[in-house]
């Protein structure tokens, strides 16, 4: 299989594609927590809009921006969103701000890949 951007192995498991050892490891503890009744309706690599597509001033249109974390689950009734993180680009933190904005009610945790 090859590597990622910053040399992190890519893992297939259940069907899914994990971008990392360290997420594939994370995806195992989730679906373990959801087994003992902590969590409940895992969904893997969930995607938000984050701007929709739109018609410029020239009248060329421009792509949504969207974003992709790598797991979603209801904790306590309330709504998480999870990335595993090896290194925080400025890109991510860019669209992490955009998402908080748009989706204040919602819980995001940035695990470290390193944590996992």
């Known amino acids: 299989m090859r590597t990622g951007k910053y040399n992190s192995e890519r893992v297939q498991l259940d069907g899914y594609t994990f971008d990392s050892k360290a997420e594939a490891r994370r995806y195992g503890a989730l679906r373990l927590l959801v087994a003992s009744g902590h969590i409940r309706d895992l969904r893997v690599h969930p995607r938000y809009v984050l701007q929709k597509a739109w018609i410029d001033a020239?009248?060329?249109?421009?792509?949504?921006?969207?974003?992709?974390?790598?797991?979603?689950?209801?904790?306590?009734?309330?709504?998480?969103?999870?990335?595993?993180?090896?290194?925080?680009?400025?890109?991510?933190?860019?669209?992490?701000?955009?998402?908080?904005?748009?989706?204040?009610?919602?819980?995001?945790?940035?695990?470290?890949?390193?944590?996992?």
């Open 58 to 116: 020239a009248g060329k249109k421009q792509s949504a921006i969207t974003w992709t974390g790598d797991f979603q689950y209801l904790e306590d009734g309330r709504l998480v969103i999870e990335d595993v993180k090896g290194v925080r680009t400025a890109v991510f933190n860019l669209k992490l701000r955009m998402f908080k904005f748009k989706y204040p009610g919602v819980i995001v945790r940035v695990i470290p890949a390193k944590e996992v």
